[in-house]
């Protein structure tokens, strides 16, 4: 009868995480060589008509909590009066964008993290055209983290999905 030893248990053990190493290596080469092209369809098409079920707004962070967020989540240094002065005009900005987003989670087989993936590099472009990073760089770099906060929020305060 053949009783395994301490000596042999580490060596079979060393064994086994060499061989699920070198496959996991392997499988990860085979994915990274994966090349998908973009699509050259728009996600939202030039014709796209808001749902009429798909709410307006989009939720995020609590407006007072929106400059502690930037910190905490993305370690921005933001300016809390800016954002206060700002909410307005930046909410105004975001609404179509959140139609969109709303209309993407309306459609069956959509999740939030989805829909949030989809719309969050448009809305980026918000800040681009609102404020010019050559005339107005503070007021563009807060708007940038604005945006973020409340994109990252809106992700995080997302109705977890049915599964």
Known sequence: MFVYSENHMRLLLS???????ATLTAAASLMAGTYVPPSPRPPFPDDYKPAP???AECDSFNDDDLHSAAYSFLGLNVDAQWFQQHETEIRA????FCKKRNTCMATP???NMFCDDLITPELRTVCDRKYSKETNPRDH??????VETWALGMTQTS???SG
């Open 109 to 111: 087989g959509n999740v």
């Open 159 to 161: 109705p977890p999905t």
């Open 53 to 55: 079920c798909a709410p």
């Open 15 to 21: 064994a086994r995480l060499i061989l699920a190493s």
């Open 93 to 96: 900005l975001i609404t179509p």
């Open 141 to 146: 770099e807060q708007c940038q983290a604005w």
